[in-house]
């Protein structure tokens, strides 16, 4: 059973949740991972719209091979209001909760959202990170905060984007003339080791062609099955 440590409740306004926040930042650590990984999980969350019930999945594949070793999926409730820049409040227990049904404990986890690449730098990536104690980052959709120079067309150009002068992620291209995906550290990663793994978790190597990673595109596939009915909760 993959585990965490619990660092606060999460039954908290979200004025307590801000402050939660500037607390929580500064234990947030940028740094190269201190071994290489052999396997990776992703994670996404579904809401349908005007509902509170969440849909909460995490699958870990193979770093070298990208085969599916595990998936866990939850369905339970948000107890957080929508409110943007504090998401992590109303996604991370879900996560928590299929995290805990893991056999397999993943050495680096892909969040599809953000890490540092936040108004507060502590988006869903950095905070969830703090409670897994294992390397974490966001592969975002779109940008949160941070301006960027568009990169090059190609797979594998990517540009810093920057907040405030500080250099907080990158917009990193996985496919030839595609939108880039917006790629931030979490916690005890650093941005080149993120980039290089998510170029190394992109379908576009495998022939897949897709410009979601492979970590976050299963994860999402996983989230919407749940939602759908298609699937029940994974063990």
């Known amino acids: ?18 402050a939660l926040q500037q607390q929580l930042r500064s234990q947030i650590q940028i740094q190269p991972m201190a071994t290489s990984p052999k396997t990776i999980a992703g994670c996404d969350i579904s809401f349908n719209k005007f509902e509170e019930t969440v849909y909460a999945g995490i699958v870990v594949l193979d ?22 820049g504090l998401l992590s409040f109303r996604e991370i227990p879900s996560l928590l909760e299929a995290w805990a049904k893991l056999k397999t ?4 986890v892909m969040f599809d959202g953000h890490g ?14 703090l409670f897994l104690g294992v390397p974490t980052f966001g592969c975002g959709k779109s940008v949160l905060v941070g301006k960027y120079e568009e990169p090059a067309p190609e797979r594998g150009a990517w540009s810093p984007m920057k907040h405030y002068g500080e250099v907080i992620g990158a917009a ?3 496919k030839n003339k595609v939108n ?15 980039i290089a793994l998510t170029l190394q978790c992109d379908g576009g190597r495998r022939g897949y062609g897709y410009r979601l990673p492979e970590p976050t595109r299963r994860a999402h596939n996983l989230v919407n099955a749940l939602r759908r009915g298609e699937q029940s909760n994974t063990d």
Not at 64 to 80: H, M, N, P
Not at 105 to 108: F, G, L, Q, W
Not at 183 to 194: C, E, N, V
Request: net charge negative.
């Open 63 to 84: 770093l070298e091979t990208l085969e599916t070793i595990e998936e866990a999926g939850v369905i339970s409730t948000a107890t957080f209001p929508y409110v943007p």
């Open 1 to 18: 059973m993959a585990r965490y440590t619990s660092l606060h409740d999460w039954n908290v306004s979200p004025a307590e949740a801000v």
């Open 172 to 174: 990193l291209r996985t």
């Open 116 to 129: 540092i690449a936040h108004p507060r730098r502590i988006g869903i990536a950095s905070h969830a990170g």
């Open 105 to 108: 404990e993943p050495d680096v």
């Open 180 to 194: 880039p995906v917006y790629i931030s550290p979490g916690h005890l990663i650093d941005l080149d080791t993120a």
